[in-house]
């Protein structure tokens, strides 16, 4: 089932670095995230999510995803953190907000898979 849902998602999340507001560099360490994530390979993905993050402060999509690497590694406080952090900056991110509530009350007990919304990026923001 896992797998099945991957080949589904990755298309989604890889398809949605096009619209990733930043410089070249924040753009090249977020993707470089992308591509560890999707690889299993989590830690590596983590230090260039937040890379990205430290490179373009307004990026939610950066630290939506680095709560993701640290949820997979089962650290339950830092996802919590970069996921508010990701709402912040961008509040409209209504499946985020869910899947932070559901962390937060103790109702996600597995690791999630990343359900981004890029539609909701506002530049600038």
């Known amino acids: 089932m896992r797998k099945r849902f991957l080949v589904f998602f990755l298309p989604f999340l890889f398809s949605f670095t096009h619209t990733y507001a930043g410089n070249d ?15 299993n390979r989590y830690e590596q993905a983590l230090s260039h999510f937040l890379e990205a993050a430290d490179q373009n402060f307004n990026s939610w999509q950066s630290y939506e995803m680095a709560g993701y690497c640290y949820f997979e590694m089962r650290d339950k406080d830092s996802a919590l953190e970069a996921f508010a952090e990701s709402l912040k900056l961008n509040p409209k991110n209504t499946k985020l907000a869910k899947v932070y509530n559901n962390l937060k009350e103790g109702a996600a007990d597995i690791p999630l898979k990343p ?9 600038g923001t």
């Open 25 to 39: 560099t924040a753009t090249a360490n977020y993707n470089l995230g992308l591509s560890f994530y999707s690889n």
């Open 115 to 123: 359900v981004v919304d890029a539609g909701g990026f506002l530049p």
